[in-house]
């Protein structure tokens, strides 16, 4: 059916119904701040947000699209389960929060605790590409899935910020950069990955590059430090099945 939406104009809440009344393209123009937008929304809709959405975009999202042509507020995708979203500018704090599936692409930097719970479950493995650069806490209590951070203009220092890591007890996480940060908490392990991990990733770089027109090769070039839990620390005897 489709629809051309002023957010602005409409106010979070008509907005929100007017999405749910919807199915195929849906653009939403002018928008500035406002919450929840596309929650919980199904594969038969794809959404195009001209502006700045508010906090808890796409949360619970199950198969929809979403582009934004702008920069992005808190909670992406907060306990996303299927789908895809990406943002052409900047995301907020607490990017893909609780995230159990689907895709999330930033072409720019995050805030704090991008990936904080994350979760996987047998096909479900839910993947963030951050573009700039990530926020202190990135993967904080992580226990699945992967986070990619490709650390664009940060030069050879690693792009995140402190206690990365704090808690993780799963998934994997992938910083293109140098040298890797000096703060690691004991219960991750980083090495250098190999072209063979490299590979793992390719799929996520080469649409990354396709998205916000950067070098897939380039970038596939780069060192990447890849960061796991270390098998004998206390949160992954606690939390994950042997």
């Known amino acids: 059916m489709g629809a051309t939406l002023s957010a602005i104009k409409l106010g979070y809440q008509p907005l929100n119904d007017a999405v749910r009344a919807n199915t195929g393209e849906i653009v939403i123009n002018d928008a500035f701040g406002e919450r929840f937008i596309a929650a919980s929304a199904t594969a038969d809709k794809t959404l195009v947000i001209n502006g700045t959405p508010g906090n808890a975009l796409g949360c619970y999202l199950d198969g929809a699209k979403i582009t934004v042509n702008g920069n992005a507020q808190d909670a992406v995708g907060d306990t996303m389960n299927d789908g895809e ?112 991990d490299v590979a793992t990733i390719a799929v996520h770089i080469r649409r990354f590059a396709e998205l916000f027109g950067e070098n897939a090769q380039t970038l596939l ?13 206390p949160y992954k005897q606690m939390y994950v099945a042997n």
Do not use: W
């Not at 609780?98 to 996987?120: F, L, P, Q, W």
């Open 85 to 196: 979203i990406i943002v052409h500018g900047r995301a907020g704090d607490a990017l893909g929060y609780a995230m159990r599936g689907g895709v999330i692409y930033v072409h720019g930097d995050s805030g704090y605790r991008t990936g904080i719970h994350m979760k996987e479950y047998k096909e479900k493995r839910p993947t963030i590409v951050v573009g700039g650069e990530s926020g202190s806490f990135l993967g904080e209590y992580m226990a699945g899935g992967l986070l990619i951070v490709l650390g664009l203009n940060s030069g050879n220092r690693a792009p995140v910020g402190r206690y990365t890591g704090t808690g993780m007890h799963g998934g994997r996480m992938f910083l293109r950069c140098e040298t890797p940060p000096d703060d690691l908490p004991p219960q991750v392990v980083c090495r250098k990955a190999t072209a063979e």
């Open 221 to 233: 070039a780069g060192t990447y430090f890849i960061l796991t839990p270390n098998a004998s620390n």
